[in-house]
């Protein structure tokens, strides 16, 4: 698994009301992404909501790809990364 | 008693129809007990089909369906029919399962020959939408690491309907439920048996109180007791590995081993009641009896009606006939190879060489060249290429150099898969050169074909050509239909870059030449060549339609090879349309699925590879380093041009344009040699972008002459980039505006830098929503939704149209209400409408 970073844009703005609905589009993502073998570790957003930063761990950009396309997510740009701790030299 | 064994019928049983079970263990374990026991219980009516296969040093092809014929006349009669049609066989199987309560039991699957494995791979891939169940027993400790079963097993993996059992041994406390009531030690017979039912049988069978050590002593005991004649019969019928005809052995003699447990009668046929007990016995036989005795079996078998070659090969093999051997193993690989079972032809050639070394060299000769092109077929080409020069050196001997030139041509093809192009190319030509001062003949026509087919394939046109056209001559006086078909399908392809009408003409004409012969590998290659070809110069709707042709006749008969070629090509159809998440998922399925040919992972590889700098994605350097490599090594322009095109691509987008010469001038020289109108434009036009002083040719496609056309062609990323070059700053934006729909985000930045620099403005911003512009936010793929949503489709018509299921286009829907907001689809339709887009 390779760990890549996936910038999203949202032109009106990501809403995700956080109740019960809210809840449920969460699994529905994680349930598209299961179909791709891809994972969604978490998400960074914008204060406007409309950029998010996804961290994902997937086999490869393509499962990254047809995993927004299966969520109707968009997809702006995908890096791969690797974690840098802070702490790791003390 | 039918002990610890419960749990497993019950298992059996739960398994609903359509679905393939694969019960596994090692010999003696109770596994045909096990699925007799099963069987047992079934419901009356149902129709339970039992094939075998057999221990036969080289078994039987289609053995197994041999026996479950004996119920289908249908199937049977196929079967009987010399030179039947393998696609028809395995269709009436597949019908024969279409009938609702029927189980079929293959056993012992380890000794299958290939056209069984074939079968059941094609049953396993299919079995979800049949009403049968398919039960297949093997014994695990025989299917190691290179078995051919592993293939089966592994490619059904993945499979939702395809199920495994395996038996365990007894426990001791069973055993011990089993030795006590005949006053037997029951800790003793389990450290020995190790809970093998059958060792565990055959020990309590045997006489006295001493335990034998092994199965093979247990059996031997009990044999031990039978008469001198009924002895005599019992080795006879363990010199038959497969089933013994009743009328080989005395019929009084006979009745005592059944009466003593020994073998069981069925129908005329005679058997051990177990392979354990068989092997015992035959281990037994005095070694100087064996030939006597096979060479006793061979006599009968020989004047006996109905009986498979492939066991008259076997008897004569172990008798030391070699008269005998040199008469039957070359019928039964004839036979083998008719079916589709290649290994089993290969090993039944093999043997008649192991034989021949006292034949006349002609005899010689036709063997290795038989026994070479069997291998070929069965995919080793080491042995297959080996064998070929052996034919090859003894034709020449017997002076027989039309067979010599014929041998040597199909070798080059061997070659050629190997990825030794060189060394093919070389004796391709020595045998057009060896056979063309003589009288035509069909081996000069073989020859050329091949010759032409290899300089197709390096795109070496006007060659092809050539030595195609009088190569159809040729097949076509002779009479020779293969070749002719094979010939029009090289001479067909080799016209597209000059004349694409011609070059579907003769295409059309070999795929009905190669249906007249019933040459199914020959009409998925012409229908190949159809797509890709048109592929190749971009006339896409064509390309589509005989891609998709090729694909549909390819996996209805387990054509891989060919299969993952199409698929490739569709996939990079798609890219090359704009259609990126289509090509997406086309070249990932080629990928994890077909890993092991070669020219189809150049061309996903090379898909894959362009995807990833075009969306810039991580790593396009993978796929395209793969890519590169793979095509090196077949020096063949056709992979080398876009591999090197994408490579050039990514480069410039990186701003490396300093790297763009190296990579693509050598390809480019080539392309010229050749005069390849596509390759040839593609890579000059990067050698002048990147600032290299190159005069592009007259021929190459217009396209890359004046920039227009590709809109018209089908090609929206070209046409966005060009667009971008034009003067107009309104036309400029424009261009970047498609870039960045189709999410071609680096060539979008790399446009709007030069754009700013220019003082143009007005530029639009960096993504807006989704990776396609529109005012909802909708993916390419919920706006396609979205369109027929309009048509008023219901979600199944939806699905059938995209090819996805109605609970995914269920989920677009929602997604798509969501996005605009709207409840219904009828207001989404009209949203859809009054935008007017598309």
Sequence with gaps: MTRYLVERNFAEGLEIPTDDRGAKACLNVVDGNAQHGVTWVHSYVSPDHSTTYCVYDGPNPEAIRQAAETNGLPVTKITEVRVLDPYFYH | ?838
């Excluded at chain 2, 078995?147 to 059992?165: F, I, M």
């Excluded at chain 2, 012969?517 to 006339?539: K, P, T």
């Excluded at chain 2, 001038?665 to 600032?691: D, F, M, N």
């Excluded at chain 2, 939704?785 to 979600?795: F, G, P, Q, S, Y």
């Design chain 2, 1 to 838: 008693m039918f002990l610890e064994r419960e749990n497993l019928v019950a298992s059996l049983r739960e398994i609903r129809p359509g679905a393939m079970v694969f019960v596994a263990g090692e010999a003696g374990i109770g596994k045909t007990s096990l699925v007799r026991e099963f069987c047992a219980t079934l419901p009356t009516g149902t129709a339970v089909r039992f094939g075998f296969c057999d221990a036969l040093g080289t078994p039987r092809a289609l053995g197994p369906l041999h026996d479950i014929a004996r119920a289908s006349p249908q199937l049977a009669g196929l079967l009987t029919t010399g030179g039947a049609d393998r696609h028809a066989i395995f269709t009436a199987f597949l019908e024969l399962l279409s009938d609702p309560q029927t189980v079929v039991v293959v056993e012992d699957a380890h000794w299958a020959d290939e056209a069984t494995l074939d079968l059941l791979l094609f049953v396993g891939r299919r079995i979800s939408e049949l009403p049968a169940l398919v039960v297949i027993t093997y014994r695990s400790e025989e299917v190691g690491r290179d078995h051919a079963l592993r293939r089966v097993l592994g490619d059904l993996a993945t499979a939702p309907s395809v199920r495994r059992l395996q038996v365990p041994a007894l426990t001791s406390e069973a055993v011990a439920a089993l030795a006590t009531p005949l006053g037997r030690d029951g800790d003793e017979l389990f450290a020995v048996t190790g809970g093998n039912p059958f060792f565990v049988t055959e020990v309590l069978s045997a006489p006295g109180d001493d335990l034998p050590a092994t199965v093979r002593d247990a059996v031997l005991a009990r044999a031990a007791r039978l008469g001198p004649a009924a002895r005599a019969v019992l080795d006879v019928v363990s010199l038959v590995p497969d089933r013994a005809e009743v009328a080989l052995v005395d019929a009084a003699a006979l009745e005592e081993c059944i009466q003593a447990g020994m073998l069981l009668l069925e129908g005329r046929s005679v058997r051990f009641r177990h392979e354990l007990a068989r092997r015992a016995v035959e281990s037994d036989v005095p070694a100087v009896r064996v030939p006597v005795l096979h060479g006793q079996i061979l006599d009968y078998l020989a004047e006996a009606d109905e009986i498979d070659p492939a066991r008259l090969s076997y008897h004569a093999e172990v008798a030391g006939d070699r008269a005998a051997v040199l008469e039957h193993a070359p019928v039964a690989a004839r036979r083998a190879a008719e079916l589709g079972a290649h290994r089993q032809a290969a090993a039944h050639y093999a043997r008649a060489v192991r034989h021949a070394d006292n034949a006349q060299i002609a005899v010689q000769a036709e063997l290795w060249e038989r026994l070479g092109e069997s291998a070929d077929d069965s995919g080793d080409l080491a042995e297959g290429i080996r064998s070929s020069q052996r034919a090859t050196e003894l034709w020449q001997q017997a002076g027989e150099v039309d067979r010599q030139g014929a041998t040597m041509a199909r070798c080059s093809h061997m070659l050629w898969k190997t990825g030794m192009n060189a060394e093919a190319h070389a004796l391709a030509r020595q045998a057009v050169a060896l056979l063309q001062d003589r009288p035509p003949s069909p081996a000069l026509a073989q020859a050329q074909a091949a010759m032409a087919r290899l300089l197709m394939l390096g795109r070496d046109m006007r060659g092809a050509i050539v030595l195609g056209t009088t190569a159809v001559e040729y097949a076509r006086q002779f009479g020779d239909l293969r070749t002719l078909g094979r010939a029009l399908n090289s001479v067909g392809s080799a016209h597209w870059l000059m004349d694409p009408d011609r070059a579907v003409e003769l295409l059309e004409a070999s795929l009905a030449t190669a249906g007249e012969v019933g040459d199914d590998a020959g009409a998925a290659q012409a229908m190949m060549n159809l797509g890709s070809g048109a592929g190749e110069i971009r006339r896409y709707a064509l390309a589509d339609h005989w891609l998709a042709e090729a694909a549909s006749w390819c996996a209805a008969r387990d054509l891989d090879s060919s299969l993952s070629y199409s698929l490739a090509w569709q996939s990079r159809s798609r890219f090359e349309q704009g259609q990126w998440s289509e090509a997406t998922a086309l070249a990932g399925q080629v990928v994890t699925k077909y890993p092991q040919h070669v020219p189809s992972q150049i061309v996903v590889n090379t898909v894959l590879g362009r995807l990833r700098v075009r969306r810039g994605d991580p790593d396009p350097e993978g796929p395209l380093s793969r890519a590169w490599e793979l095509a090196v090594q077949t020096g063949d322009l056709q992979r080398l041009w876009p591999a090197a095109a994408a490579r050039a691509e990514h480069a410039w987008l990186q701003g490396r344009m300093d790297a763009v010469e190296g990579l693509v001038a050598e390809t480019y020289e080539h392309s010229l040699e050749l005069e390849h109108p596509w390759a040839a434009g593609e890579l000059g036009s990067w050698l002048r972008t990147a600032g290299v002083a190159v005069e592009l040719p007259g021929y190459v496609a217009e396209p890359y002459k004046t920039g227009d056309g590709w809109r018209e062609l089908g090609c929206p990323y070209e046409a966005a980039l060009v667009l971008t070059e034009k003067a107009d700053p309104e036309q400029q934006i424009a261009g970047l505006q498609e870039l960045q729909q189709l999410g071609a985000w680096p060539a979008a930045e790399l446009v709007a830098r030069r754009l700013r620099q220019n003082g143009v403005q007005g530029l639009p911003r960096r993504p807006r929503g989704s990776s396609r512009e529109n005012p909802a936010n909708l993916t390419a793929r919920e706006t396609e939704v979205l369109a027929l949503l309009a048509e008023d489709l219901t979600n199944a018509e939806i699905g059938q149209r995209l090819h996805i299921s109605p609970k995914t286009v269920d989920h677009h829907v929602s997604s798509i209400l969501g996005k605009l907001g709207v409840a219904t689809r009828q207001e989404a339709a009209r949203r859809w409408g009054a935008d007017g887009r598309r």
